[in-house]
């Protein structure tokens, strides 16, 4: 008996954090110094071999995070200091691979154990996988790129025929003015991946980038930009982890998201990043005519977040939905949520979240509903619910709607629980253990994401969750 249930993993003291936080030892070949100088931007230019529009944008966007000011309205950043962050760390790689038996041994033997090949091989129509700040592989399927769909880093891109295209959409959803931290990641930004989908054209298997950052003290700073053109679908998929260290780590990536008239674009994150992680990060979404956006979002690791997705609904009947997952545990606070912009007609927007803390985790949803005069005829559903699973733990939500029609059907509903002490006690007669049933109970709380997410990752997800739920009891 012993041996089917540690074959099937189906306890929680099977699973293994080492998963995520093994490391190698730094055999970086090269990294600039910690801070943020013009010297260290013009470094990185050099390094990335940039067209003379990107270095000078690079210098405007670090005159712009030079002026701006920090932010003040969430969790507390100030542990954070970047005059101790480099930003900017190469691998022991001379080259992006497009064959995985060619990429270093001990690059290899991290995305391994992550399982990104077997996922490539098993389930993905192609990955990306970015290790500290550069990507070290990537590969799309022939049968994709047969269809015309456009899957390769960012930074080769500027260098192809796809300028023109990259330079018209780099850094127009979120400029450098929008926050301090957008003006940081203009600066210094390095990796990420670039997609575009051609009209008409579906992408029937997921494509997937995963970062790794392995360097203690250091930043990642990928873009992903993907542009789904008219009538196209495609199912992208991010993940990211980094090994635990006791100094401050630093995530400021930027997502901006093109959605054509009648396109479909699904973009899914499972984010477990480590609990010395400040996770800055700015995603975006630009959806045109009949178009549609799906968010789905699990957020488990780094010690503060500050994440909100935003659709831009811009053209008639656009859509969007967001659908996530946070799991706030000792040490955490997660600021998440999400905005919606409704700019044309009859556009709508629904947004389901579940939200979780325990051992003292703060988890704070805020969500930003915008109606413009433009938008007559359109609707939103907000519904967030939070469990807490003790007494120390905080769970805060914070709606703001801004509505300037009075042609619209706009709704919000929020609650906050605990885990019943009747159904443990009914679980525990049924022949679980408590801590079985409080991970049971959670995990079906967070059913509304998994449902949504492809099998593979949403056993990830309940593995992620069992992990949290270890040790909580008392």
Not at 88 to 117: Q, S
Request: one cysteine or more; a negative charge; aromatic letters at 8%.
């Amino acid at each position: 008996m012993k041996e089917k249930e540690t074959e099937e993993k189906t306890y929680v003291e099977d699973i293994d954090r080492s998963i995520y936080d093994f490391r190698y030892d730094e055999k970086d070949s090269y990294r600039v110094d910690e801070g943020l100088t013009e010297e260290i931007v013009r470094q990185i230019s050099e390094e990335k071999n940039d067209p003379q529009w990107m270095r000078d944008f690079r210098l405007e966007s670090l005159k712009i995070f030079n002026k701006t000011e920090m932010v003040d309205w969430g969790p507390d950043i100030s542990g954070l200091d970047m005059d101790n962050i480099v930003t900017y760390v190469r691998p022991n790689t001379d080259r992006m691979h497009a064959n995985w038996d060619e990429v270093p041994t001990d690059i290899k033997d991290t995305f391994e154990r992550l399982g990104i090949p077997q996922a490539e091989r098993e389930s993905l129509a192609g990955v990306g996988a970015q290790y500290d700040s550069e990507l070290v592989y990537h590969n799309v399927k022939d049968e994709v790129a047969s269809q015309g769909v456009i899957y390769t880093d960012l930074e080769s891109a500027l260098h192809t025929e796809h300028a023109d295209r990259i330079r018209e959409h780099f850094m127009k959803l979120v400029p450098p003015t929008d926050h301090k931290f957008a003006a940081l990641h203009g600066a210094v930004w390095s990796g990420g991946s670039f997609v575009y989908v051609p009209s008409g054209v579906s992408v029937e298997i997921p494509l997937q980038s995963y970062f790794r950052l392995n360097a203690p003290g250091a930043g990642q700073f990928e873009h992903t930009l993907i542009i789904v053109d008219e009538g196209a679908y495609l199912h992208f998929i991010e993940g990211c982890s980094a090994p635990k260290y006791n100094v401050a780590n630093l995530h400021a990536g930027c997502v901006e998201l093109f959605v054509g008239e009648g396109a479909t674009l699904r973009y899914s994150t499972i984010e477990n990043w480590s609990k010395n992680m400040y996770n800055l990060n700015t995603k975006r979404a630009r959806v045109e005519k009949n178009g549609k956006v799906e968010w789905i979002s699990g957020s488990f690791g780094s010690h503060i977040s500050y994440l909100y997705p935003m659709s831009v609904l811009a053209g008639e009947n656009a859509r969007a939905e967001f659908t996530s997952v946070t799991f706030a545990g000792e040490g955490q606070n997660l600021d998440t949520g999400t905005k919606v912009l409704h700019n044309a007609p009859n556009t709508s927007s629904y947004v389901n979240t579940r939200s979780i803390s325990k051992s003292g985790g703060i988890s704070t949803f805020r969500s930003s509903v915008v109606v413009s005069n433009k938008a007559k005829g359109s609707k939103s559903s907000v519904s967030c619910q939070s469990l807490m699973l003790d007494d120390i733990s905080r769970s805060d939500t914070i709606p703001a709607m801004d509505i300037r029609t009075s042609d619209a059907d706009i709704g919000h509903e929020a609650r906050i629980g605990r885990i019943s002490d009747d159904v443990v006690f009914y679980l525990m007669s049924r022949g679980m253990s408590e801590e079985d049933a409080r991970a049971l109970i959670v995990t079906g709380f967070a059913d509304t994401v998994g449902k949504e997410l492809p099998l593979e990752y949403a056993v990830e997800m309940n593995n992620l969750i069992r992990l949290e739920m270890k040790g909580s009891i008392g």
